[in-house]
C-alpha cells in the first residue's frame, strides 16, 4: 500500500490514492431514505490546483430533476444529454435536452438497473421504412446451418469384413 501513497505528487500535497479520513456521504444520514440518482460533477482549477467533487441528488425516484449547469459551464451541454439519454435524469432549464446516443423512439434508459437485460422487443433498422423498427423478441430456435450427412471414402470403416479380404 505505501507505494500508493503521493502526498508530494502536487504541490498542495493532494493524494491520489490515500484519503487521510473516511468521507461521509451526507445523504446516508440514519432515518433518511437514500436517493436513486445522484450526479457527480468533478471539477478542476488549474489556476489554483483545486480539485471539487459536487454531488446533486434527485428527490423523485419517478422523476429525476437535477438543475443543469450549461449556463455555467457550455461544455456539460453534452455531458447532461449522455446522462438524460443513458439514465433519465431530467436537467431542469437545459437550452436541448433530448437523446444523444439512442434512436429518439427509443423506449426506456438503458444504463438503469431496472433495465431488462433480455429484451422484450428486437430493434433494427428497416430499409423499406427507411427507419428503425421494433418488433416482438421470439424466442424460436433457428437451425441456421443445415445438418449435412456425407457418405464418402472418408467415413468408411477401413476393417475388412470377409476373410476374402484378408488375400
Known sequence: QEDWVTDSSTQTGFS???TREP????????GKPR???AVVYHLLSLAENWRLRLKV???SDATPLVPSIVGVYASANWFEREV???FGILFTGHPDLRRILTDYGFIGHP?????????EVEVRYDPEAGRVIYEPVSIVPRQLVPRVIRHDARYVDP????????A
Open 23 to 30: 468521507i461521509q456521504d451526507p445523504a446516508a444520514r440514519p
Open 35 to 37: 436517493q436513486r440518482f
Open 84 to 86: 438524460f439519454d443513458l
Open 16 to 18: 491520489r490514492a490515500v
Open 159 to 166: 476393417s475388412p469384413k470377409s476373410p476374402k479380404d484378408h
Open 57 to 59: 441528488y434527485a428527490e
Open 111 to 119: 444504463f438503469r438497473k431496472d433495465f431488462p437485460l433480455s429484451g
